[in-house]
């Protein structure tokens, strides 16, 4: 796999692991059926500990949305059982399911004494417990009684998202999880084929062993069934296996990551350059805070965008079926992201700000962060004033900053700005808010005050946080940050708190070259949001300031799918850099972050490489989505979808490029404490581009000792007829 990843060309729904290549029995389905009914006890993990039961607290949740209301009408969905198998098996895939498989439901799988659903079939979850930290790890502790309730806790996550989906388009469903299920999970985890029986009882996997918990779906959803698998099963870690069959994820990819510090990511962030302060220039004295009204799509929910753009604010990504059962369980969850804090369990244990920082990074990737850093909340990250006008003070001192994956392979099969994009959002938001949910429930139980900052909910801005916490640098994309080993392809959140712990220092991997000789998402935006030109100074930051308002209006009004990610689908670093990945992007990744020197030479032969290879364009084996959309509560086929690959024959001259781009300094935000529309004076703003500086005429401006440019003021609150009210939001 010298030029692309061994997982080209596998199909998306096959899974991570080679499952389709295992040897099948027929005869099991006899054996099991000639078992008993189980008797309906209670189930799920009972184990003590604080984490424990911050996991449990959050899979309880779950169990409000395990059933609930159907679509009034069925979606369009193709007679092929197959095909309706294989979108169900990708959204579990998506979700982060280690195995899934599909089976009929027999009479004897349903719990003696338990209710009996008109359900037929049943899609099967598989997960992997979470890794236990190194005992000198202060998460040791934490961990250790807590992996039965964490693993219940996202297979507990992954079904409802599934029933949901499933009966948001018209169908009946139900999540089935340890501490709520009417089924025998062990029976139909067998006839799923995603698990052996083995001869003392117990249930194994053949590549994850018997480290596993089972949920399931049950519906009316006609699907079509795998066949339960044969014992041979159980030999399936061989020579293939190691070095990677059908395109799965390899032995040699999972011993590489098990062998690395639990606190450490499955990437090598220690191997990129450390330094003081970001790579663009921040005026720290000059960032003004600004309020929740002034974010765009805050704007958009009060009118400021006009009437469109305020509709379709309260479904644009969240109108297919499965992203509107995702936001379901982010709504559930906000109430939830403080609460009151308990007295100090043991403060001379968690003295050490460093072990702290450890046991904080390794926490967060037992519940599934992808990258973590830590920094101090700056100034200026703190919002000014929320969402109904009133002041908002600071309240913490340290940063957790989380980076989700995305996921590359659906972003492989989609264009970017079709009818998955949204959902690829709400997945990253919702996987998010659990994680630091549960870390900051767990830390105001061991006496340390702590919040988490979701996408729903969030007091700080994030990208500011991301920079200081190590995880990327600023990009040509505008206002997004770069990480090394997965580009833009991430969803943020934090988590803010007074536990004392040891922070990262921002990183130099060379972007700013990067992107000041690459012109690709610039070239490929469906809207022409990113600038072709130079970086500026905006509200005290150096960047390349994308025009905020026309992304927005097309990310809310996008008809042809939900809302848009094109400019992380099409950008160069967009790639898996693993032991399974294409070598060429290896060898690229190690030399960008290890041969930097090199970058005024590599970047030019890159962009042109990543052109030539197809990178960016759409590839089929990876689609596994309907293009549904939810339409007045019913979900329909979608009128049209975004069907565009890249276009490298699109040549921009970034010198003579006329950009209409519009730019709207702090003075120009609107009151924070004014709910009534304010609308966008785009004219205005595209006239406000004069009062631009370089970063090199900011930093002579610093050294002469100018003032503050008067536009870097935000508009202070209205007066007291102005009335404070909290206008409603999709979250609400």
Not at 185 to 212: H, K, N, Q, Y
Not at 580 to 590: F, K, N, P, Y
Request: overall charge neutral.
């Amino acid at each position: 796999m010298l030029l692309y990843p061994r997982s080209k060309d596998r199909p998306y729904h096959f899974g991570l692991f080679p499952l389709e290549t295992l040897a099948r029995d027929d005869t099991i389905a006899e054996r099991e059926a000639a078992r008993p009914p189980r008797p309906l006890a209670e189930t799920g993990s009972a184990a003590s500990g604080l984490l424990a039961g911050a996991a449990r607290h959050y899979r309880e949740l779950f169990v409000k949305y395990a059933d609930g209301p159907v679509a009034p009408q069925q979606a369009p969905v193709p007679n092929d059982l197959a095909r309706r198998a294989v979108d169900i098996k990708g959204a579990a895939t998506f979700l982060d399911a280690d195995h899934i498989g599909i089976c009929e439901v027999p009479a004897n799988a349903w719990l003696a004494g338990g209710e009996v659903l008109p359900h037929d079939y049943a899609a099967v979850i598989l997960v992997e417990r979470p890794r236990l930290p190194e005992e000198d790890n202060l998460a040791h502790d934490w961990v250790a009684a807590a992996r039965d309730a964490v693993a219940e806790m996202r297979a507990g996550e992954i079904a409802v998202c599934v029933a949901g989906h499933i009966r948001n388009m018209g169908f009946n469903a139900r999540a089935h999880f340890p501490g709520h299920t009417s089924v025998d999970l062990e029976r139909l985890a067998v006839l799923a084929g995603i698990v052996v029986r083995t001869d003392d009882g117990r249930l194994m996997s053949p590549f994850l062993g018997d480290d596993v918990v089972v949920a399931a779906v049950t519906t009316d959803y006609a699907l079509a069934t795998d066949r339960p698998l044969h014992s041979t099963a159980l030999n399936a870690k061989g020579q293939a296996y190691w070095w990677g069959i059908n395109g799965a994820q390899s032995g040699r990819e999972r011993n590489r990551r098990a062998k690395r510090a639990s606190h450490l990511s499955r990437y090598p962030m220690e191997q990129v350059k450390r330094i003081d302060r970001p790579t663009t220039l921040i005026i720290d004295d000059e960032v003004p805070r600004v309020p929740k009204r002034a974010a765009f799509f805050q704007r958009a929910l009060h009118g400021d965008l006009g009437d469109k753009a305020k509709t379709e604010r309260t479904r644009f990504a969240f109108k297919t079926p499965l992203s509107f059962s995702l936001l379901q369980v982010i709504r559930m969850l906000v109430p939830f992201q403080d609460g009151p804090v308990a007295a100090p369990v043991d403060p001379m244990r968690y003295r050490d700000a460093g072990a702290n920082a450890n046991a904080i990074k390794s926490l967060s990737y037992a519940l599934g962060s992808d990258l973590t850093g830590i920094c101090e909340v700056p100034r200026y990250a703190w919002f000014s004033h929320k969402e109904d006008g009133s002041e908002l003070k600071p309240y913490h001192k340290y940063a957790v900053v989380m980076l989700i994956d995305q996921g590359y392979d659906t972003m492989e099969g989609a264009s970017g700005d079709d009818w998955i994009s949204g959902t690829q959002s709400m997945r990253g938001y919702l996987r998010g808010a659990i994680i630091a949910g549960i870390m900051a429930e767990l830390l105001r139980s061991l006496g340390y005050s702590a919040r988490s900052q979701t996408n729903a909910d969030s007091d700080v801005l994030h990208i500011p946080l991301i920079l200081w916490a190590g995880l990327g640098e600023l990009s040509r994309i505008g206002e997004l940050v770069l990480n090394p080993f997965v580009g833009p392809r991430f969803k943020s959140v934090v988590l803010t708190t007074d536990f004392p712990m040891e922070i990262d220092k921002p990183i130099d991997f060379g972007l700013q070259t990067f992107c000041n000789n690459c012109l690709k998402c610039a070239r490929e935006c469906p809207c022409d949001a990113i600038p072709f030109g130079d970086k500026v100074m905006f509200n005290g930051y150096e960047m390349w300031k994308p025009d905020v308002e026309r992304c927005t209006r097309y990310r809310l009004t996008n008809a042809r799918g939900s809302a848009c990610g094109r400019c992380m689908k099409t950008c160069p670093i967009n790639k898996v850099v693993d032991a399974d990945g294409a070598m060429l992007t290896r060898v690229a990744s190690w030399m960008g972050v290890n041969a930097m020197w090199l970058k005024p030479i590599m970047v030019p032969i890159a962009t042109f490489m990543d052109d030539w290879l197809g990178n960016g364009m759409r590839n089929p084996a990876k689609r596994w989505w309907f293009d549904h959309e939810i339409v007045n509560g019913v979900p329909v086929m979608a009128k049209a979808t975004n069907e565009r690959d890249i276009d490298p024959s699109r040549k921009v001259d970034p010198a003579v490029a006329m950009q209409k781009m519009s730019y709207y300094h702090a003075n120009m935000m609107p009151p924070p404490n004014d709910p009534k529309p304010h609308v966008v004076d785009r004219k205005a703003a595209m006239a406000a581009k004069d009062l631009l500086e370089t970063p090199e005429q900011a930093r002579m401006r610093l050294r002469e000792g100018g003032a503050t440019p008067a536009h870097y003021t935000a508009t202070p609150p209205a007066g007291a007829e102005a009335k404070r009210e909290r206008v409603a939001s999709p979250y609400d």
